[in-house]
């Protein structure tokens, strides 16, 4: 998946925010490459867990709809481990088409990781930060 290096520091900053909470959010795009980066509330609140508020959930998927654009990709932040699914993250079935980046807040600087969960099996997928290019969309 790519995306760009200003859409990478707003997804850094929102789950530096959160702290001591996990963060997440949606990645909006087409073919692989993030367009939107939409930051939505964790209502688990929690520093061990991530559950997309509802509300949010269906406002982004209104409006991705309406543009034509896919969910690339969900994120979320480890705020004190590494950027490695954890056994919950692996259990996830809500996004199967949507590929998860975490984001580890654990040292500095914060590490990014994406990977293809389906069924229970991970693949890491190589996560491509590009500088801004007047033409990607
Ligand atoms: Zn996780």
């Known amino acids: ?7 990478m520091h707003e997804v850094i900053a ?13 990645l909006a795009g087409r073919g692989g490459r993030v367009v939107r980066v939409y930051a939505t509330r964790n209502a688990d609140l929690s520093p061990q867990s991530f559950l997309i508020n509802s509300e949010d959930q269906f406002r ?8 034509d654009l896919e969910f690339t990709a969900i994120y979320h932040s480890h705020p004190t481990s590494d950027a490695l699914p954890s056994q919950r993250d692996v259990q996830l079935t809500t996004y199967p088409e949507a590929l998860h980046l975490i984001v580890s807040l654990r040292r500095e600087p ?12 991970v693949t890491e997928v190589p996560l491509i930060v590009e500088k801004e290019v007047s033409d990607v969309r």
Not at 60 to 67: A, C, F, G, N, P
């Open 110 to 121: 914060v590490v990014g990781r994406a990977y293809r969960i389906v069924e229970g099996h």
């Open 1 to 7: 998946m790519r995306l760009t290096v200003a859409q």
């Open 14 to 26: 929102h789950c530096r925010a959160e702290r001591p909470n996990e963060a997440c959010g949606i």
């Open 60 to 67: 982004v998927m209104t409006e991705t709809e309406r543009d």
